[in-house]
């Protein structure tokens, strides 16, 4: 089988893929650009779905006491050493953050 990937993909997939001796293509389709942008204003929480949208917001932003909403582990590993204000989704999708922002918020 085929699967497709950017330049920043995490090692998982092939690595079990090979231990588990299947063979497969890897197609990369995409490379990460880091877009920051400045906030003005500072938000009382902030989504992130990437370690790589962590990075970019970081570049022009810093994080006090914002919570921190995460898509994954991956993701809140890469805000582990700013904050410890980070809510976790339970699984890793875009509905389980909003969950989780709603019911922080409501």
Same mark, same amino acid.
């Given at each position: 089988?085929?699967?497709?990937?950017?330049?920043?993909?995490?090692? $998982?997939? /092939?690595? !079990?893929? +090979?231990? !588990?001796?299947?063979?497969?293509?890897?197609?990369?389709?995409? @490379?990460?650009?880091?877009? =920051?942008?400045?906030?003005? $204003?500072? /938000? @009382?929480?902030?989504?992130?779905?990437? =370690?790589?949208?962590?990075?970019?917001?970081?570049?022009?932003?810093?994080? +006090?006491?914002? +919570?921190?909403?995460?898509?994954?582990?991956?993701? !809140? @590993?890469?805000?582990?050493?700013?904050?410890?204000?980070?809510?976790?989704?339970?699984? =890793?999708?875009?509905? @389980?953050?909003?969950?989780?922002?709603?019911?922080?918020?409501?």
């Amino acid at each position: 089988f085929t699967f497709f990937s950017g330049n920043l993909r995490r090692e $998982t997939l /092939p690595q !079990a893929l +090979k231990e !588990a001796d299947v063979k497969f293509n890897e197609i990369q389709v995409y @490379d990460t650009s880091l877009t =920051p942008q400045k906030i003005k $204003t500072a /938000p @009382d929480a902030i989504l992130f779905f990437s =370690p790589s949208g962590v990075e970019s917001y970081l570049k022009e932003n810093i994080i +006090k006491k914002e +919570k921190c909403f995460c898509i994954g582990e991956t993701t !809140a @590993d890469a805000l582990e050493k700013i904050t410890k204000n980070i809510i976790i989704a339970d699984q =890793p999708t875009v509905e @389980d953050v909003i969950e989780d922002v709603i019911e922080e918020y409501k």
